[in-house]
């Protein structure tokens, strides 16, 4: 009894390390190859390089479901917005003057730009906010 008590030991032992060592191996390969193929013009972003930035992305993540599926804020002046395919082309612009608003709210005195993104990543729409003339151009 006690040979095959050591002997089942040791196999167990044994599985146990090759699942490690094979969970790690796998996992570390996983990583290395998927870093080089993201996309340089986009990719999951973080939602802001800035803590304030970051907590505006996720507030309008949170606030705009269903409108839409990305948002980022860059040097808490521009804010970037992917919308859903849902959006209908009409209300894009409606969207952007919402946002333009909520955004001026949370960082008050200064230019501000609102970056509409179609589905695909391209740029539709540019709404820039001036504070000296409180009027928002749009592109």
Same mark, same amino acid.
């Given at each position: 009894?006690?040979?095959?008590? &050591? =002997? $089942? $030991?040791?196999? =167990?032992?044994?599985?146990?390390?090759?699942?490690?060592? @094979?969970?790690?191996?796998?996992?570390?390969? @996983?990583?290395? &190859?998927?870093? *080089?193929?993201?996309? *340089?013009?986009? &990719?999951?972003?973080? $939602?802001? /390089? @800035?803590?304030?930035?970051?907590?505006?992305? %996720?507030?309008?993540?949170?606030?705009?479901?269903?409108?839409?599926?990305?948002?980022?804020?860059? /040097?808490?002046?521009?804010?970037?917005?992917? =919308?859903?395919?849902?959006?209908?082309?009409?209300?894009?612009?409606?969207?952007?003057?919402?946002?333009?608003?909520?955004?001026?709210?949370?960082?008050?005195?200064?230019?501000? &730009?609102?970056?509409?993104?179609? *589905?695909?990543?391209?740029? =539709?729409?540019?709404?820039?906010? /001036? /504070?000296?003339? $409180?009027?928002?151009?749009? %592109?």
């Amino acid at each position: 009894m006690t040979i095959l008590k &050591s =002997i $089942r $030991r040791g196999v =167990i032992a044994l599985c146990l390390g090759v699942v490690l060592f @094979t969970t790690s191996a796998c996992s570390s390969a @996983t990583e290395v &190859s998927t870093a *080089p193929s993201l996309a *340089p013009a986009y &990719s999951q972003l973080e $939602r802001g /390089d @800035t803590a304030s930035g970051e907590s505006y992305g %996720r507030w309008v993540m949170q606030t705009a479901k269903g409108l839409v599926s990305d948002a980022f804020v860059r /040097d808490n002046d521009k804010l970037g917005v992917v =919308i859903a395919p849902e959006v209908k082309p009409q209300e894009v612009k409606t969207l952007a003057q919402s946002l333009v608003q909520g955004f001026h709210k949370k960082f008050p005195n200064r230019d501000l &730009s609102v970056l509409v993104y179609a *589905p695909d990543k391209e740029l =539709i729409l540019t709404a820039n906010y /001036d /504070d000296t003339t $409180r009027q928002v151009e749009y %592109r």
